[in-house]
């Protein structure tokens, strides 16, 4: 009798079915979901740091980006106070082919028995020193220090144009310096190489590297 009872649990246990593919689906099962959390993960992150990337790029320089687009909607002004234009003469004007005869002979300058053509403007008042401002929003290319041709102010600007202002002194400003139009640069000064303008400052403007008569700009 006890026989048949171990033959019979034998038998039973024999012929419980067998599941192979139980556990390895349950393995399965969590490594698609753990690939799924370190995806999801990785989407979030790079998310986060696109809009972190955007942000970090807008607050870079916000001063640079106001006042670059500032620039673009700005014209020249004087490169001197406004409140200073009737007291400002131009002692000698930029060289222009088509100019009159007259204004041609105002435009060459004389330096050690040799003539040059002016390429900017030199402006005076009564050879007094006067404030030289920035005439449009940019950065400052160049500071050049030379006492015989005069110190001299490189700007450029966002609108593909340079402006060069030189014969200054006490100047406020270094390479890299970002300025907003009507800025404070420097002081005018003399020098030596053109001593017959006096205290004046030279003023060039150049558009897409090439110069252009800061009389057409301006209504001096």
Do not use: C
Not at 6 to 21: D, F, M, R
Not at 125 to 143: C, D, H
Not at 196 to 219: I, R
């Amino acid at each position: 009798m006890r026989e048949e009872q171990k033959n019979n649990t034998s038998q039973k246990k024999n012929n419980t079915p067998k599941k192979p593919w139980f556990w390895p689906l349950i393995y399965a099962g969590f490594s698609v979901a753990f690939v799924g959390m370190i995806w999801g993960y990785n989407v979030y992150v790079s998310d986060d740091s696109a809009t972190d990337s955007k942000w970090t790029d807008a607050s870079k320089d916000p001063d640079s980006v106001t006042i670059e687009t500032n620039a673009k909607a700005e014209s020249l002004k004087y490169p001197f106070k406004e409140a200073l234009l009737d007291n400002v003469e131009i002692v000698q004007h930029y060289y222009d082919m088509e100019a009159d005869e007259s204004i041609r002979e105002k435009a060459i300058l004389v330096f050690d028995h040799s003539y040059v053509m002016n390429t900017g403007v030199s402006l005076s008042i009564n050879s007094e020193p006067f404030e030289v401002v920035a005439a449009l929003s940019g950065k400052v290319e160049e500071v050049n220090l030379d006492p015989f041709s005069g110190d001299e102010i490189v700007l450029s600007h966002a609108n593909g144009m340079v402006t060069k202002y030189r014969s200054v002194t006490g100047i406020l400003v270094k390479e890299g310096d970002v300025v907003e139009q009507g800025d404070s640069l420097a002081m005018t000064t003399d020098n030596e190489w053109n001593p017959s303008a006096g205290n004046h400052l030279q003023f060039e403007v150049l558009q897409d590297g090439v110069l252009v008569n800061p009389e057409t700009k301006l209504a001096f």
